[in-house]
């Protein structure tokens, strides 16, 4: 990433955002003035995919930064995790770079963390986790989750550019829809377009975020 080039910090939220993620994203404001333009908010409600659409026609509009940096309210965001990414994106050669971050899948007992990058499946529309990740380097990726996204202004610009006559210029980026039989969600739907529009997607493995989850603890546990 360019010296010159600013980052704006987005996020969105249904009214309340858990208090460690804001003074996460405060603190990165705070020591990283230099390279932040500014933080954007969008309240939403339940449907995602609105809510990122409304995040990048405000991002597109209303601010001058190359670079959108998009994170879910319910994650952290260290200094060590936002230096890693801006020293990794680049405009031509990696204008999409994703963070780590986990999701809690189904276990028996308790949720299972698994990474929220992926790979294609072969022969399908499917995504798999990648698991057998590297530590702390860039790798190239099929997909990975919105929630720690790191995007040039370009590539939105490109989506705008092949945006069919209902999406319009607002709503081109993020859908939710089936495909095949599956639910094809919002960000395997914007890396998928990206990738149809010829930009690669990286992920850097030591930009970890923490992702805050919760679960029902019932006496099977106990036992």
């Known amino acids: 990433m360019r010296s010159r080039d600013k980052v704006s910090i987005g996020w ?57 940096l998009m994170v879910d309210s319910d994650e952290q965001l260290g200094l060590d995790t936002f230096d890693k990414l801006i020293e990794t994106v680049h405009d031509k050669d990696r204008p999409i770079v994703a963070g780590l971050y986990f999701g809690a899948w189904p276990g028996e007992f308790y949720p299972a963390a698994m990474p929220l990058i992926f790979k294609s499946v072969p022969n399908s529309t499917r995504f798999q986790p990648i698991t057998d990740y590297p530590t702390d380097q860039v790798i190239e990726v099929d997909s990975a989750g919105t929630g720690c996204l790191m995007v040039h202004r370009s590539v939105f610009e490109a989506f705008q550019a092949e945006a069919t006559p209902h999406e319009g210029k607002t709503w081109c980026w993020f859908r939710d829809m089936p495909v095949n039989g599956d639910w094809f969600s919002e960000d395997h739907f914007f890396c998928a377009r990206a990738k149809e529009l010829g930009y690669k997607i990286h992920a850097h493995t030591g930009a970890t975020l923490p992702h805050h989850k919760s679960f029902w603890l019932e006496e099977r546990h106990f036992r």
Do not use: C
């Open 12 to 68: 969105i939220d249904p009214g309340q955002v858990d208090g460690m993620f804001m003074l996460s994203v405060m603190n990165v404001y705070g020591e990283r003035r230099d390279r932040i333009e500014g933080l954007l908010r969008v309240k939403a409600g339940g449907l995602l995919s609105r809510g990122r659409n409304e995040m990048v026609a405000n991002f597109l509009e209303h601010t001058d930064s190359q670079w959108l």
